[in-house]
Nanobody, 114 residues
Framework: QVQLVESGGGLVQPGGSLRLSCTASRLMFSIFDVGWHRQGPGKERELVAT???????TYADSAKGRFNISRDNAKNTVSLQMNNLKLEDTAVYYCHARLGDDYWGQGTQVTVSS
């Protein structure tokens, strides 16, 4: 079993930045593909960014050029640096890990508002 705990959400003005972090409880985190998803108000959950065990990253079109995903296997963490935040980035952001089964964190709220 893997437990994922997110942190770093909050309220930010448009154009601002936030850094989300996710810490996994399990050793051998390095063998998991991990990523971030989000669910905005009245919307379905959507993929934001992923990073594979080999460090290959993918981004949703909405995140390209503004967000950066990274991982630190020694610390069992995956982070999402979000820059130039927009109103439409408002959502609950979920950490996700996959190794056969899918594991999800509880989510952290990001609110972009002036």
């Amino acid at each position: 079993q893997v437990q994922l705990v997110e942190s770093g959400g909050g309220l930010v003005q448009p154009g601002g930045s936030l850094r989300l972090s996710c810490t996994a409880s399990r050793l051998m985190f390095s063998i998991f593909d991990v990523g971030w998803h989000r669910q905005g108000p009245g919307k379905e959950r959507e993929l934001v960014a992923t990073i594979s065990t080999g460090g290959i990253t993918t981004y949703a079109d909405s995140a390209k050029g503004r967000f950066n995903i990274s991982r630190d296997n020694a610390k069992n963490t995956v982070s999402l640096q979000m820059n130039n935040l927009k109103l439409e980035d408002t959502a609950v952001y979920y950490c996700h890990a996959r190794l056969g089964d899918d594991y999800w964190g509880q989510g952290t709220q990001v609110t972009v508002s002036s």
